[in-house]
């Protein structure tokens, strides 16, 4: 069977996702999602050509909260189960590139 | 270089955080400068089963903005999952919109020259969440929660700027804007309002038109940096093109952070296919229909704009165009300067009391003028007193600033502090012929005209200031002056 996802892919999404794989990772991973996008695909077999895509699935719109602050967690307890912290923040690995969202 | 016939091609990317009292999808408090990591929730810090619920308030001032930037507002809008892997944002995801933003389509105005109006172009603006902060702390970092989560509009402009003071002009309009209707509070030094500028110039050279590299420019945290980073830029790309050639192409778009002490941009290192953001709907936040009857309520909440405002100052009421600016500044104060108008009010005389005394007075208290409350037909018939002279431009300052502090109306005040101006002529007239038979030197300067006239004349309108404390009508004692030294 031919793959639908090779460990090529599998490298640039797992780089994307900051996951470290194993060469026996990626192998498995890639045969895995091939099966995946396989079952999917039967989708294709249906007619669609008078259906609208979809943005949400349930098909509710305008759910919305008013803008009132509630209480927070507070410092102490959003750090609690941190793998790292000082007190004041969570500490993570250096991180090299500045950026913004 | 003289010769090289060159434009700049400048579009701004703009983060405007909007001015709710809670996040865009929780209910933790937005608040500048609170202890670290304080302001948050399983929401925001992205913990599984946590679920998301849009602010109303916060999607109403995105709505709000859009038509203010003359944008198309969708009627039906949704968000997007944006794959972003910083530890900033807990959710390994930016909640964002990707391809039906809630505005389209707009412009903004700024004024070039006095009169001289400029459009540029808004393609989209868009309602997203903002990121917490990462701070660098040697071979570790340390990360903010609180941010996460507040709500953002991105504005994406076309590329219509050709200048650093175009860029400026254009960040300046759109502060006053925002605040005007307010939805932000704006203040580019709290963050609350990031320009990204990307440049690029348009070079001709022997008749063949060339473009520069596209550059985003980071790291500008002032009205000055804003212009003087794309002027710099601006000359770094023609430099840079005399020298290698390099022209834009696919891929060679770079991001250069604004070193404000040095005065230029440098590249800042980014990793190879970094970026992918990967897209797709968000499935627990259900999409927005904006209904008619709901669009119109949003669209009665918006007003007059500054600069609409400002150039209609300076038609209809004759105000120059630096008093035209002061005034519409703020909304509250120029709605203030329009009712007492109505009241009764003539225009520069208000406006005097309003940008003269009563900034003054705003600036020591350290707020905007209408914030006093004086109501306006007291500053009309204060504005009026002093035009059919009852009282003089220096009482007209006391009693405003008496007005500041109590409710009291202008004329009691101006009776209270003895203030009315004496305009009995009879009464003035006694005055006036002391102040000549006490001093005969100075009416006898007068009267021999020449250099020294004009000096004692002043010097014996004085002295009938000075002994009615100064309460005498100067109009009515020249004239009593004048006829006794002819």
Redesign the interface.
């Known amino acids: 069977m031919s793959k639908k996802i090779d460990a090529q892919q599998v490298k640039k999404v797992a780089m994307l996702s900051r996951l470290d794989l194993s060469d026996a990772e990626i192998e498995r991973f890639a045969s895995q999602l091939s099966e995946i996008v396989t079952y999917v695909e039967k989708m294709n077999e249906l007619d669609t050509e008078k259906v609208e895509p979809m943005a949400h699935c349930l098909g509710i719109t305008n759910r919305f909260g008013e803008d009132r602050p509630a209480e927070s967690l507070g410092t102490e307890k959003a750090l609690a189960n941190a793998p790292d912290h000082d007190g004041q923040f969570f500490i993570v690995p250096r991180i090299l590139e500045e950026n913004s969202a | 270089m003289a010769k090289l016939k060159y434009k700049g091609l400048i579009g701004l990317e703009i983060h405007v955080q909007l001015a709710?009292?809670?996040k865009l999808f929780c209910?933790?408090?937005?608040e500048f400068a609170a202890?670290?990591?304080?302001?948050?929730?399983?929401g925001c810090?992205g913990m599984p089963g946590s679920m998301p619920?849009?602010?109303?308030?916060?999607?109403e001032r995105a709505i709000l903005a859009g038509l203010a930037l003359n944008c198309n507002i969708a009627e039906f809008t949704?968000w997007d999952h944006?794959?972003?892997?910083?530890?900033d944002?807990p959710n390994n995801y930016?909640i964002?919109q990707y391809d039906?933003p809630v505005a389209a389509d707009g412009y903004i105005e700024i004024e070039t020259q006095p009169g001289q109006i400029k459009r540029v172009r808004i393609r989209r603006a868009h309602l997203?969440e903002?990121?917490g902060k990462?701070?660098?702390a040697?071979?570790?970092?340390?990360?903010?929660?609180n941010r996460a989560g507040t709500p953002l509009i991105e504005i994406v402009t076309e590329p219509d700027m050709s200048t650093g003071a175009e860029v400026r002009a254009v960040a300046i309009e759109l502060q006053r804007i925002v605040r005007y209707l307010g939805v932000s509070e704006a203040d580019m030094q709290k963050g609350q309002m990031?320009f990204e500028p990307n440049i690029n110039v348009i070079i001709e050279q022997n008749g063949d038109e060339f473009r520069t590299p596209i550059a985003e420019i980071?790291n500008l945290n002032s009205f000055r940096a804003i212009q003087g980073s794309v002027d710099y830029e601006i000359e770094r790309q023609i430099e840079q093109f005399l020298e290698s050639g390099t022209v834009m192409e696919m891929g060679n778009k770079s991001t250069r952070g604004w070193d404000d002490s040095r005065q230029v941009t440098v590249l800042?290192?980014?990793?190879e296919?970094?970026h992918?953001y990967?897209c797709f709907?968000v499935?627990n936040?259900?999409?927005?229909?904006v209904t008619p009857q709901w669009f119109d309520e949003i669209r009665g909440r918006l007003c007059e704009l500054p600069l609409s405002r400002q150039r209609r100052y300076t038609q209809q009421y004759g105000l120059s165009d630096y008093d035209a600016r002061v005034l519409t500044a703020e909304r509250g104060v120029a709605e203030l300067f329009e009712a007492a108008l109505k009241a009764g009010g003539d225009a520069k005389r208000v406006c005097n009391l309003i940008t003269q005394a009563g900034m003054k007075l705003a600036k020591e208290a350290q707020i905007n003028f209408d914030e006093f409350g004086i109501k306006p037909d007291k500053l009309a018939v204060l504005a009026t007193m002093i035009d059919e002279g009852t009282v003089n431009a220096s009482a007209g300052d006391k009693i405003l600033t008496k007005m500041t502090q109590s409710e009291a109306s202008p004329d009691k005040i101006a009776e209270d502090e003895n203030l009315i101006q004496k305009s009995d002529e009879s009464e003035l007239e006694a005055v006036v012929d002391q102040s000549l038979a006490e001093n005969p030197q100075a009416v006898e300067e007068v009267k021999a005209g020449g250099k020294k006239s004009k000096k004692a004349r002043g010097f014996l309108l004085g002295q009938v200031m000075q002994k009615t404390k100064g309460q005498a009508n100067p109009k009515v004692v020249s004239a009593i002056l004048g006829r006794k030294l002819e």
């Open positions: 709710t009292a809670s209910r933790c408090a937005v202890e670290p990591n304080s302001r948050v929730c399983p810090l619920v849009m602010n109303k308030q916060a999607l949704k944006k794959s972003y892997f910083y530890p944002l930016q964002s039906i997203e903002d990121a990462n701070m660098h040697g071979n570790y970092s340390q990360v903010d929660i990031r980071k800042q290192r980014e990793k296919e970094a992918d990967r709907p499935q936040i259900p999409p927005v229909k």
